[in-house]
């Protein structure tokens, strides 16, 4: 079975997982663009063991929001978003972009699509670029 490296921006924080994923969902909900300070959350789910803290799991910090099931992990010397475990602890929730290379799947729905920023719909038809423009 193939293992997928995953890592901060940092680099104090790694970990590795069989790369099964069984379900990836872009959240567009009001929690999601508020933590990612972005569009959506991009989370990859597997089984709740999945994942082997290769260093610096002492420096992952979990946020749980009072009152909702929502949770957020993340680096604290560098804020980049980590796994955790899901609210009912079944699942491990994995943010996409902690990867680094392709999980086995693709993302199967835009979730809380109701709920999408503003200018989302606008940024789906700005103009692709390679790069940084100058
Ligand atoms: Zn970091
Ligand atoms: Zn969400």
Do not use: R
């Given at each position: 079975m193939a293992k997928i490296t995953g890592s901060c921006l940092c680099g104090?924080?790694?970990f590795h997982c069989e790369?099964?994923?069984?379900?990836?969902?872009l959240c567009?909900?009001?929690?999601c663009q508020k933590v990612t300070g972005s569009a959506h959350a991009s989370n990859l789910f597997t089984v709740h063991d999945n994942i082997i803290w290769l260093r610096g799991y002492a420096f992952v910090k979990r946020f749980d929001v009072p009152g909702c099931s929502m949770a957020h992990a993340f680096c604290v010397e560098c804020g980049s978003a980590m796994p955790r475990l899901s609210g009912k602890e079944k699942l491990l929730?994995?943010?996409?972009?902690?990867?680094?290379?392709?999980?086995?799947?693709?993302?199967?729905?835009?979730?809380c699509w109701d709920e999408r920023a503003k200018w989302y719909?606008?940024?789906?038809?700005?103009p692709h670029i390679d790069g940084v423009p100058e």
């Open positions: 104090k924080v790694k790369n099964q994923f069984t379900q990836f969902h567009h909900c009001e929690l929730v994995v943010p996409a972009g902690s990867l680094d290379s392709q999980a086995n799947i693709a993302p199967q729905s835009n979730i719909d606008d940024a789906l038809n700005a």
